[in-house]
């Protein structure tokens, strides 16, 4: 079955601390992966994606993911966390065709402490 | 940029209204999507349309329905909204026969009261 797991379900940084988000996924065709976030009473805005080539990818507000084929993996990272990084974030995965819709995980939420 | 819009922030109706909830987009996307949001549960795919007129039943369609007359507007549905349909709802765009990244509108809060 096609599905994504985000295994933390909350997470807590200081201020300045680097942060890693997991994301694990099960899809059958190549992937195409994806990282939103949610800031709070806000829709889903794109951090970052992969399609191919380079697994290393960089998005916007600094965040990286990299990508995993042996891990089925594709976790988010920023070096030094700001305030308002404070957000939930969602994996996701999809492929072309199939109407491109998209598998999303259940989201990781970020608190940031000052 | 691309925009998605959606026609309220928020909404508060009484059990067993009928309420519509309207999505427009700007860059000729031919993908629309709608989806619940619920703590704990991340998104949840509701119904989706591929070109004006069609439309394909998500995870969760019960309840709902949606109709989509022009290639920008998507609309969803509730013919009786009820206390169980409170939830954030997300409408999503994208484009066909490329990257399937979706784009998303800022979201309505509803509560059926």
């Given at each position: 079955a096609?599905?994504?797991?985000?295994?933390?379900?909350?997470?807590?940084?200081?201020?300045?601390?680097?942060?890693?988000?997991?994301c694990?996924?099960?899809?059958?065709?190549?992937?195409?992966?994806?990282?939103y976030?949610?800031?709070?009473g806000?829709?889903?805005q794109?951090?970052?994606?992969?399609?191919?080539?380079?697994?290393?990818v960089?998005?916007?507000k600094?965040?990286?993911?990299?990508?995993?084929?042996?891990q089925?993996?594709?976790?988010?990272?920023?070096p030094?966390v700001h305030?308002?990084?404070?957000?939930?974030?969602?994996?996701?995965?999809?492929?072309?065709?199939?109407?491109?819709?998209?598998?999303?995980?259940a989201?990781?939420?970020?608190?940031?402490?000052p | 940029?691309?925009?998605?819009t959606?026609?309220?922030?928020?909404?508060?109706?009484?059990?067993g209204?009928?309420?519509?909830l309207?999505?427009?987009?700007?860059m000729?996307?031919e993908n629309?999507?709608?989806?619940?949001?619920d703590?704990?549960?991340?998104?949840?795919l509701?119904?989706?349309s591929?070109d004006?007129?069609?439309?394909?039943?998500?995870?969760?369609?019960?309840?709902?329905?949606?109709?989509r007359?022009k290639?920008?507007r998507?609309?969803l549905?509730?013919?009786?909204?009820?206390?169980?349909?409170?939830?954030?709802?997300?409408?999503?765009?994208s484009f066909?026969g490329?990257?399937?990244?979706q784009?998303f509108?800022?979201?309505?809060?509803?509560t059926?009261t």
């Amino acid at each position: 079955a096609q599905s994504v797991t985000q295994p933390d379900i909350h997470i807590t940084v200081s201020e300045g601390a680097s942060l890693e988000l997991r994301c694990n996924y099960s899809y059958g065709a190549t992937p195409y992966l994806f990282w939103y976030v949610q800031s709070p009473g806000q829709g889903l805005q794109l951090l970052l994606k992969y399609f191919s080539g380079d697994t290393l990818v960089q998005g916007i507000k600094g965040f990286e993911a990299e990508f995993k084929r042996s891990q089925s993996s594709f976790n988010l990272r920023k070096p030094s966390v700001h305030w308002s990084d404070a957000a939930e974030y969602f994996c996701a995965v999809g492929a072309l065709g199939g109407y491109n819709k998209l598998i999303f995980g259940a989201g990781t939420r970020l608190a940031v402490h000052p | 940029d691309v925009k998605v819009t959606q026609s309220s922030r928020y909404l508060v109706k009484r059990t067993g209204e009928k309420v519509f909830l309207e999505c427009v987009q700007d860059m000729d996307h031919e993908n629309m999507f709608w989806y619940r949001q619920d703590p704990g549960l991340g998104l949840r795919l509701i119904y989706f349309s591929y070109d004006v007129k069609m439309k394909e039943k998500g995870d969760i369609p019960e309840g709902y329905s949606v109709s989509r007359e022009k290639k920008e507007r998507f609309s969803l549905i509730l013919e009786s909204a009820s206390t169980n349909q409170t939830s954030m709802y997300l409408c999503a765009s994208s484009f066909s026969g490329r990257a399937p990244e979706q784009y998303f509108g800022p979201g309505t809060r509803l509560t059926v009261t």
